[in-house]
């Protein structure tokens, strides 16, 4: 026994002989992990030796043509003007400020690229799932032609055919309202009190829905009558004794006249004898000069939108001294608002009552802008030049800010351990009041630093930065919204665009550039956005909404509570992609002469001859807009997807 | 059911009731339109406002297609917009890829979209008698319009103070007649409704008249509305209105009536033609007065003539002349084969181009009819636009057309033929294969191919070929000494080869830069080839290493020593074999295609490797891809395309005189293996994990669960995201022109700057617009092919 297993323990010691060091080597480098380090090592120093090479080559040629890449030449003169910038840049700025003015004028583009292109796409994409087969047809027809050609055909198209072709010329401007006299005929009036004293009626009667709609032909009928024959005393008696026949007919023919239409006769009748009365009265009242000529009343229109080649030209919204008082209120009450929403959002969390959380919040925010712009217009003066109130909008700005980050950042759906979700808030409570905390020395110290100044002297305004009498403005018809603003106590004055030559003498203009490019982008990315709309509602089974029914849910409760959660899951990832694709292709502006942060890139290094530090600063632009528009997708996209083991 | 109760009194009908039509409202069409049109007032809205919104557009671009738009600037730009300014006589070379490629795409039609066929015919047989059957029958029957001009001293009228040309050049072919009249124009009406070829002298004329009726017009109306205004009960005009208006109708200024302004056509004109060189009369001259009222000439042979139409002196009447076969001019250059231009004059009617060189009178070129101020002015009847643009363009490219046309159904014929001989898999092979081939073709027939790229060419493939005989010497020795020192001789020998070989005879090129970096796929592909050590089949692999080693020696050295002998070194072989083109030439259409066709054949394997290495388990490879991934994606087009102009020459001093094309290349893939690399990660993510772990079962190693299992499922999976992909780089390459490159796009703005087409940017529009759309529909439309045949329309479960 004991020789066999001896012999065992041999036969084992066989099998399996010692290595050598050349299989102990060999064996070492058969190893997985060791194959996956040596792989990525290699990879690692294969990279790093490809960038170096790169750059030190990149790095030498430029040498030897004589320029030196730094990043000094950001404080030097710029030399060039632009179209269209704000108002403290020039040519002597630097070339850091031009590439501001740059980064100014793509989110200028881009921000209002993406309310608008989103509003027109879900617009497009209802009408693609439209039951009307020609609506449905038509608007597949406008996407596929938006989507298959290019943007930069299109963007051509919009500026040098539409803005500078199609436009009217300089002087001949499209205006909106046209200017002239807008006339509302008293008479008018009639047809909502009778609809609403039929309606009224008919809530206890039932056969009164056919006088309603009889109403409504005879008011028409009369209309058009009033439309191609004009307006005259006689016709409206001769209307009226129509009226009367009518309504007899309706009212006592019962054999003659189809039940169906015994209250459209009884309808019409009485809103021709009506109309007679009514005229009647008004003409009375004309000539006893109660009222204005001819029963109707007239006010001179002004047009408040130019559209031209040379600019596009819209009101603008001047601030006056109470402004920040009023602004002040607004926040205050948007801070209540938010505060009232998450409580109720949590009374329905907790009890399942139906409380309108969206109308409270947005009468509170409604509410307060209201007596905050009667406070605002009647105050005192002392109140309203105190600095207090830009102190009070930070501290808003600031409790708003949070309450929604917090909002935001507490959703479970994130994802995000406990303790990773409570350093967030820490952190981002620490940010906002350090930066409130940073705004409000800062304000205080300008306090301190220029104490307010002298008001003008009663009766003056400042024009030029002198002070002018108003009367003689008054005389001259230069009474203009930015001097009105000087003077009036409301929050704001609207200024109107007025023409005087070439020039528009307040308003904000916009140049067809930023016109064509908006215009383009928001067209060609509704389509896009149409689409994905179209998918994601169509991604809902038609199931939920037969169970919605079922449930006894109308038709805006199945959207907002069934088909809208589910669609949104689909949409919103290649929303977010859309969004990313607008902002890079607002850098297209360079084809259509607009100053955004690509063009104005190109010429800070075309004059200065630094071409990567440039390059560099462009990059970093456009990544950081594209990560902060991913961010934002992101977090609005966790909000909505399934909440998964 | 019958009662128990009660005797039913009603009658039973023992046979089927009689057969009813069906109610019309609730059958066919009618109840179509009412179910789909006009079921609700909401739709009755819709429906109207949508037949007037499309009866809008329909009608306002046909009034301006065939009204006011200038066609010519897309008839005699049309190679521009097709190849830029690629070499004329390399011009049968892209003709000759186009047509090949016809020919292939016919194979494919038949193999994959037989049904289609029916589709297809029907559209080829009314393009052929679009093509063929309109334009004759266009020609014969209506006429070219009459050119006006004018004939007199000087004139005033208006703000136009001019002097008709008493002598404009002309050219003509021989047997040709030349009827001149005075044109039949009494008042100022009929001079506004001229419209046809006039001098820019008329159209001044013509377009002072056009603004009289509108000042007229402008005054009455403005009278009109201070008038009513007065008379109303309620103002109707605001103040500031009201004196704006008073201030336009002081300020109007209406000249008087044109025509009796310029006393019109009541004086004598002489009339004569002048034969070019010898400026002597061919017939002798006619007056047009009350007696005579037409001339006739007879042009005795081709060239250039000049007509002399003239008043007496000091006549203060104004003629205007109606001249039948004299029709405007366009004078281009060309580079001659000596150096120096030579000016081609095109009669624009019909194309008879001649470059005889233009009378001279004192040193000086004489004015001709030049279609710069001979424009066709006017609003244009409908058989005037078939007569002078539609047909005559359709005429001259109809053959084109013709012969791809015929091509295709060659190709489709072959296709049938390889079908019955070859049966249906062998055949979509050889069409899959023939397809990917006409990549290669197009590039060899649009670049060129010479002796440096033949052996860059051999160098590359032998390189390749070494790759595989890698992995097969991994398969037959494994991982031993012999397997690794051969291994490692082959790699010193391809890294070797441009060196030792290459250099000495025709320099270094840039293709066997390949060879630098041998090293580390060889290694990779060896390694692969031992995981099947001991399972293949040794003399398989002993066979397939033998033959894999002399295929990689003979594509090094082959090539060379045949080039070394036939030829001399160091020599100039640009024009042998395929005369290479400079790329720096190429522009329009040609651009286009070559950057959509070569930027996804490259960067599709690119954005698959980069797929597979952001899935890897390794963190250097992994947050390498991602970094490369995320950064291109983040940047717009133009900044890489930017980035590919301005840093490739700065990598190396060799790479300097890469022309921007092939920059715009390079940066065209980079930028779309990205995207590609993330719609491939989408498929990768979507395949269920237990593909994998089944692979793993079976015994499979990593890479070869990759090639085999995972790529061809993900890949058939993203199939529409990857088209879609395509379609976006095929209409992004229009971006190119922001970067200095002129292609499909980019040729409109040329056009506009050229003064004879100056204002014609909306018929450029419209034409790239047109070709843009069809080639992306037809991609998209071959996605949804593709999409259907793909692995989900197979699986039932």
């Not at chain 1, 600019?311 to 109470?322: C, G, H, M, Y």
């Not at chain 2, 007696?291 to 007496?312: C, H, N």
Request: glycine fraction near 8%.
């Amino acid at each position: 026994m004991v020789k066999n297993t001896m012999m065992e323990l041999d036969r084992n010691q066989a099998i399996r002989p010692p290595l050598s060091l050349f299989q102990k080597v060999l064996s070492f480098f058969r190893d997985v992990r060791v194959i996956q380090a040596i792989t990525q090592i290699i990879f690692t120093v294969a990279f790093f030796t490809a960038v170096y090479t790169l750059s030190t080559n990149v790095y030498n040629s430029l040498i030897a043509q004589g320029s030196i890449p730094s990043f000094s030449f950001l404080s030097s003169r710029a030399g060039f003007d632009l179209l269209e910038t704000p108002e403290w840049y020039s040519a002597e700025s630097t070339y850091s400020q031009a590439l501001q003015v740059g980064i100014i004028n793509t989110l200028r583009v881009v921000v209002i690229g993406l309310v608008l292109s989103t509003i027109l796409g879900v617009l497009t994409g209802i009408a693609l799932l439209s039951r009307n087969w020609l609506v449905r047809n038509l608007s597949s027809a406008y996407v596929e032609i938006l989507r298959n050609t290019p943007l930069l055909v299109q963007l051509i198209f919009w500026y040098y055919v539409f803005m500078l072709e199609v436009l009217p010329r300089d002087g001949d401007d499209l205006t909106f309202p046209a200017e002239g006299i807008a006339v509302f005929p008293l008479r008018v009036i009639l047809y909502p009190v009778l609809w609403l004293i039929i309606w009224a009626l008919s809530r206890q009667r039932h056969t009164l829905k056919g006088i309603l709609t009889g109403a409504l032909y005879g008011a028409v009928l009369i209309e058009l009558v009033q439309l191609l024959l004009g307006y005259s005393p006689l016709l409206f008696v001769g209307v009226g004794l129509v009226g009367v026949v009518v309504f007899a007919i309706g009212f006592t023919q019962q054999k003659a006249v189809p039940s169906v239409m015994h209250g459209a006769f009884v309808g019409a009748g009485l809103v021709a004898v009506g109309q007679m009365a009514l005229v009647a009265l008004l003409g009375t009242l004309t000539n006893a000069e109660i009222i204005a000529a001819d029963g109707a009343l007239w006010t001179p229109v002004y047009s408040v939108l130019y559209l031209s080649r040379k600019a596009v030209a819209i009101p603008e919204l001047i601030q006056t001294v109470s402004f920040n008082f009023w602004f002040a209120i607004v926040v205050l009450s948007a801070a209540v608002a938010a505060g009232t929403f998450v409580y109720f959002s949590g009374v329905i969390e907790r009890t399942g009552r139906n409380i309108p959380r969206f109308l409270i919040a947005a009468g509170i925010v409604l509410v307060g802008m209201l007596f905050g712009w009667i406070f605002a217009s009647n105050a005192p003066d002392t109140l309203l030049a105190s600095p207090i109130w830009s102190i009070i909008t930070t501290l808003g700005y600031g409790v708003l800010l949070i309450v929604v980050l917090f909002t935001i950042v507490d959703q479970a759906s994130l994802r995000m351990t406990k303790g990773l979700s409570r350093l967030i808030r820490i952190g981002l409570m620490v940010a906002v009041v350090g930066g409130g905390s940073l705004l409000l020395l800062q304000q205080v110290q300008a306090v301190l630093a220029n104490p307010v100044p002298n008001t003008l002297e009663e009766g003056f305004v400042l024009e030029n930065n002198r002070p002018v009498e108003i009367t003689e403005l008054q005389e001259s018809g230069r009474f203009l919204a930015r001097h009105e603003a000087q003077v009036s106590q409301q929050p704001l004055v609207v200024g109107i665009p007025i023409k005087r030559g070439t020039r528009f003498q307040q308003g904000v203009t916009l140049s067809p550039e930023y016109l064509a490019l908006t215009l383009g982008l928001i067209i060609y990315t509704s389509a896009f956005i149409g689409e994905i709309v179209r998918a994601g509602i169509q991604a809902v089974s038609f199931g939920q909404f037969e169970a919605a029914r079922a449930l006894g849910l109308n038709g805006s409760q199945t959207l907002q509570m069934i088909i809208l959660p589910q669609a949104l899951r689909v949409i919103i990832p290649p929303l977010g992609n859309q969004y990313l694709n607008l902002a890079k292709n607002s850098s297209l502006a360079s084809a259509i002469a607009f100053a955004d942060v690509y063009s104005i890139g190109q010429t800070v290094m075309n004059q200065s001859g630094q071409s990567i530090p440039g390059f560099f600063l462009i990059l970093i632009t456009y990544l950081i807009m594209s990560l902060i528009i991913a961010l934002l997708m992101n977090v609005v996209n966790s909000r909505f997807q399934l909440v998964t083991r | 059911m019958t009662d128990n109760y009660t005797e039913s009194k009603t009658a039973v009908y023992y046979d089927a009731p009689p057969a009813r039509p069906a109610p019309v409202n609730q059958t066919g069409t009618i109840a179509w339109v009412r179910n789909n049109l006009i079921k609700t007032p909401t739709d009755i809205f819709l429906t109207t406002l949508s037949i007037f919104v499309v009866a809008y557009l329909v009608i306002t671009f046909y009034q301006w297609a065939t009204q006011s738009a200038n066609w010519w600037a897309i008839g005699f730009n049309i190679r521009q917009y097709m190849m830029g300014g690629y070499e004329q006589d390399l011009e049968w070379r892209l003709v000759f890829a186009v047509v090949g490629t016809a020919f292939l795409c016919g194979i494919g039609i038949y193999v994959w979209l037989k049904h289609l066929s029916r589709v297809l015919i029907l559209l080829t047989i009314a393009l052929v008698v679009v093509l063929f059957a309109i334009p004759p029958l266009v020609l014969s029957t209506i006429s070219l319009p009459n050119t006006y001009m004018m004939a007199g001293n000087a004139f005033s009228v208006g703000n136009v103070n001019d002097t008709p040309r008493p002598e404009v050049a002309f050219i003509a072919k021989k047997d040709e007649n030349i009827v001149i009249s005075k044109a039949n124009i009494t008042n100022d009406t009929e001079l506004v409704n001229i419209a046809s070829f006039m001098d820019r002298q008329l159209s001044s004329v013509r377009s002072t008249t056009a603004d009289r009726f509108v000042a007229l017009a402008q005054q009455a109306d403005l009278q009109a509305q201070l008038d009513n205004n007065a008379t109303a009960a309620i103002p109707l005009l605001t103040e500031a209105q009201k004196t704006r208006l008073e201030a336009d109708l002081t300020r109007l200024n209406v000249i008087p009536s044109v025509t009796e302004t310029l006393a019109l056509n009541q004086a004598d004109v002489t009339i004569e033609i002048l034969d070019g060189t010898t400026f002597e009369p061919i017939k002798e001259a006619a007056i047009l007065n009350e007696s005579r009222e037409t001339a006739t000439f007879t042009i005795p042979q081709d060239g250039w003539y000049i007509l002399r139409k003239t008043t007496s002196e000091g006549e203060t009447s104004m003629s205007i002349l109606s001249i039948d076969g004299i029709y405007p001019i366009l004078r281009t250059s060309r580079l001659q084969a000596g150096g120096g231009f030579v000016s081609n004059y095109v009669r624009m009617t019909d194309e008879y181009r001649t470059e005889a060189p233009i009378p001279r009178v004192g040193g000086v070129d004489m004015p001709f009819i030049v279609i710069n101020e001979n424009q066709y002015r006017g609003d244009r009847p409908l058989d005037a636009y078939l007569r002078v643009y539609l047909s005559p363009f359709l005429q001259r490219h109809a053959p084109n057309l013709g012969i791809l046309i015929t091509f295709i159904a060659l190709g489709y014929a072959l296709g049938s033929l390889l079908m019955r001989f070859l049966g249906k898999k062998d055949t979509q092979t050889f069409a899959s294969y023939a397809l990917m081939s006409s990549t290669v073709l197009i590039w060899v027939m649009a670049a060129g191919f010479s002796i440096p790229e033949m052996l860059n060419l051999s160098l590359l493939f032998g390189a390749v070929a070494f790759l595989s005989v890698a992995s097969r010497i991994g398969a037959k020795f494994g991982r031993s000494l012999i397997g690794f020192g051969l291994l490692i001789a082959g790699i010193a020998l391809t890294m070797a080869m441009p060196f030792v070989v290459f250099q000495p005879h025709y320099g270094f090129g840039i293709l066997p830069v390949v060879n630098l970096f041998i090293a580390l796929p060889a290694f990779i592909s060896f390694w692969i080839g031992t995981s099947s050590y001991g399972i293949a089949d040794d003399a398989e692999e002993t066979r397939a290493v033998i033959v894999g080693s002399l295929v990689t020696l003979l594509s090094f050295f082959l090539p060379l020593v045949l080039a070394s002998t036939v030829l001399p070194v160091n020599g100039d072989y640009s024009s042998w074999f395929l005369r290479l083109s400079d790329q720096r030439n190429w522009g329009g259409f040609l651009l286009t295609i070559i950057l959509t066709l070569y930027g996804i054949v490259a960067s599709f394997p690119i954005g698959v490797l980069l797929a597979l290495g952001r899935k890897s388990a390794l963190p250097a490879v992994k947050y390498g891809c991602t970094l490369y991934i995320e950064l291109v994606r983040g940047s717009p087009f133009i900044t890489v395309l930017f980035f590919g102009q301005l840093f490739i020459p700065l990598i190396d001093p060799t790479l300097a005189t890469v022309p921007g094309t092939i920059r715009a290349l390079v940066a065209t893939i980079a930028f779309s293996a990205a995207y590609l690399a993330e719609n491939v990660r989408g498929g990768l993510q979507a395949l269920p994990p237990g593909q994998m772990e089944a692979g793993k079962a079976l015994g499979l190693s990593g890479w070869q669960v990759t090639y085999f299992i995972t790529l061809p499922q993900a890949l058939r999976t993203v199939i529409p995201a990857l088209v879609g992909q395509f379609i976006s780089l095929f209409k992004d390459t229009s971006l190119v022109l922001i970067v200095g490159l002129i292609d499909l796009t980019g040729y409109v703005n040329s056009m506009v700057v050229q003064p004879e087409f100056t204002g014609t940017r909306r018929e450029g529009l419209m034409f790239i617009s047109i070709l843009y759309f069809v080639f992306s529909y037809v991609m998209s439309y071959v996605s949804r092919l593709l999409e259907r045949s793909g692995s989900g329309s197979v699986r039932r479960i």
